[in-house]
Structure formats: structure tokens, C-alpha cells
Antibody, heavy 120, light 110 residues
Framework: EVQLVESGGDLVQPGGSLRLSCAAS????????IHWVRQGPGKGLVWVSS????????SYADSVKGRFTISRDNAKNTLYLQMNSLRAEDTAVYYC?????????????WGQGTLVTVSS | QSALTQPASVSGSPGQSITISCTGT?????????VSWYQQHPGKVPKPIIY???NRPAGVSNRFSGSKSGNTASLTISGLQAEDEADYYC??????????FGGGTKLTVL
């Protein structure tokens, strides 16, 4: 059974930093694109970042480029999102999602999400 | 990276059919068949219901169908049921190698 478990969400002040983690199990982690998708309170889904299975291809939404860094440790089956220079508008539930194969989709499986609140 | 355009809300009576549109550009929706749809009930994690424009994941009702014409993808739900009341989101891969979601559509079953 595919499982994605996010952790690391917290209350942080504007300008602060946070690192999210996503522990994966039930599939060959290194074979899949993994993504971060966020959802602000009462708002829609927004794609944040993606990383290829081998870690050598990454992409970011314009709204987080230069502030967030996605990475993965395939030996630990874990995905990370380092979030710096946080802003109030980054407040959201952050979901870790697994891409599909062979179907092309960013979110065949979803974690339960972790809440990040940016406020003073 | 502009969000895909979806109607904010749609409604229908039980048994009827509704269609939700998802409009993008030739750089995303119109550029390839990499459009997916997700259903999200309040307080729940989104659930995939359509992949690659028109393919249903295992276990998803055949009342859900997808299509695409030009830069607009569509999700049709036939034989509306009360349990279909939820938010629906489309997403598409882009020519830049990123992904973009639509703003979401709230479906109300009258």
C-alpha cells in the first residue's frame, strides 16, 4: 500500500524558515516524480514543486522560486521541502503527492498534509 | 504560471448531468493530453478521478468522464448523486515542465 506521511508543519514568523518532510513507503521511491501541492485556508490547490526520481530535475512555481528548495533522499525514502523567507501567503496545508507511471499525472497518491502557518 | 480557468460553481439536480470546464492555453491544456481531475470533499484529501484527459483510475465510477477540445478540458458527471457534491480541480502539465491547477469548482447537488 502506497503511503505518504508529511511532517514538519508549524507556526513560524514571517521571514522565518521551516523544513517539511514526507516519508514514503509501499513503492520504489526512486522511480517516481514526487511533488508538493499546497492549499491555503478556504482556497484551491496550488502546485509548488516537483522532483524527478533521481533528484536531477526539479521545478518550482514562480511564487516560491528562490525561497523554497525541494530535495530527496532515496536511501531514506524521504522527500523534503526547505522553506525560507516565509510569507503570510505561504500559510497552507502542504501535501506530498506521488506522480503516476506510466500515466502522466502529478498526484496519483496524496499524503494527509501538514499545516504551515506564517504569522507573527 | 497563471491558474487554469474553471467556473467557481455549478449545480444540478440528482440524476442530471453537469459539465465543468477547464480552460488554459496552448502551453498547457492544449499542448498535450496531460490533464487530470481531482475531487475534494470538505476536510478531505483530494482524490484523483481522471488522468490524461479521459482515463479513469480503478474504482472511479463511470459516471465521471473527461474530454478535451483545443485549450479547454471538460469533466462531465452524469446521473448526479448527492455524494458528488464536492470541489473539483483540474491540473495540466505545461511546456515549461511545471504543473498548474485550476481555481476549483464547487458542485452543488440541488
Amino acid at each position: 500500500e502506497v503511503q505518504l506521511v508529511e511532517s514538519g508543519g508549524d507556526l513560524v514568523q514571517p521571514g522565518g524558515s521551516l523544513r517539511l518532510s514526507c516519508a514514503a513507503s509501499g513503492f520504489t521511491f526512486s522511480s517516481y516524480w514526487i511533488h508538493w501541492v499546497r492549499q491555503g485556508p478556504g482556497k484551491g490547490l496550488v502546485w509548488v514543486s516537483s522532483i524527478r526520481g533521481d533528484g536531477n530535475d526539479r521545478s518550482y512555481a514562480d511564487s516560491v522560486k528562490g525561497r523554497f528548495t525541494i530535495s530527496r533522499d532515496n536511501a531514506k525514502n524521504t522527500l523534503y521541502l526547505q522553506m525560507n523567507s516565509l510569507r503570510a501567503e505561504d500559510t497552507a496545508v502542504y501535501y506530498c503527492t506521488r506522480g503516476g507511471y506510466p500515466v502522466v499525472t502529478p498526484a496519483e497518491y496524496w499524503g494527509q498534509g501538514t499545516l504551515v502557518t506564517v504569522s507573527s | 504560471q497563471s491558474a487554469l480557468t474553471q467556473p467557481a460553481s455549478v449545480s444540478g439536480s440528482p440524476g442530471q448531468s453537469i459539465t465543468i470546464s477547464c480552460t488554459g492555453t496552448s502551453s498547457d491544456v492544449g499542448g498535450a493530453n496531460h490533464v487530470s481531475w481531482y475531487q475534494q470533499h470538505p476536510g478531505k484529501v483530494p482524490k484523483p478521478i481522471i488522468y490524461e484527459v479521459s482515463n479513469r483510475p480503478a474504482g472511479v465510477s463511470n459516471r465521471f468522464s473527461g474530454s478535451k477540445s483545443g485549450n479547454t478540458a471538460s469533466l462531465t458527471i452524469s446521473g448526479l448523486q448527492a455524494e458528488d457534491e464536492a470541489d473539483y480541480y483540474c491540473t495540466s502539465h505545461t511546456s515549461s515542465g511545471t504543473w498548474v491547477f485550476g481555481g476549483g469548482t464547487k458542485l452543488t447537488v440541488l
